[in-house]
């Protein structure tokens, strides 16, 4: 398990390692903030949404995993950062499918190229 792991929950697991690799407080995250939002309004109000949701419980922690272990793993979360801000606008626009669809593609993505 990651460095981190046991203070996250499963929802924000990417985020919140994000965050936490990146020195960026979680109290004033507005990506934190905005998935949190996605998860509540979106995800959990479908079934899709909810298999995504415990499927994402699996993978979260192993992508966080991977990306820990790399020696470039600040480029990584800097990199996933920048996406999470993107998503995070689209959320807070109320476009909450494109959010949790551009969510889903990093989660995605992540996972193929680790």
Same mark, same amino acid.
């Given at each position: #398990?990651?460095?981190?792991s046991?203070?996250?929950?499963?929802?924000? &697991? +990417?985020v %919140?390692?994000?965050?936490?690799?990146?020195?960026i407080?979680?109290?004033t $995250?507005?990506?934190l903030?905005? #998935? *949190? =939002?996605? %998860?509540?309004?979106h995800?959990?109000?479908?079934? =899709?949404?909810?298999?995504? &949701?415990?499927?994402y419980?699996?993978?979260?922690?192993e992508?966080? $995993?991977?990306?820990?272990?790399r020696?470039?793993? *600040?480029?990584? !979360?800097?990199?996933?950062?920048?996406?999470?801000?993107?998503?995070s606008? %689209?959320? !807070?626009?109320?476009? +909450?499918?494109?959010? &949790? =669809?551009? &969510?889903r593609?990093?989660?995605?993505? +992540?996972?193929k190229?680790l």
């Open positions: #398990m990651g460095r981190h046991k203070r996250r929950k499963p929802c924000c &697991y +990417l %919140t390692a994000c965050l936490d690799n990146l020195g407080a979680r109290e $995250s507005l990506e903030a905005a #998935m *949190k =939002q996605v %998860t509540k309004e995800i959990l109000a479908s079934r =899709q949404g909810k298999r995504d &949701y415990l499927l419980q699996r993978k979260g922690p992508i966080v $995993s991977k990306i820990e272990a020696s470039d793993s *600040k480029e990584i !979360f800097g990199r996933v950062y920048d996406r999470l801000k993107d998503i606008r %689209t959320i !807070f626009n109320g476009e +909450l499918d494109k959010g &949790y =669809q551009d &969510y593609g990093l989660v995605l993505e +992540l996972e190229d």
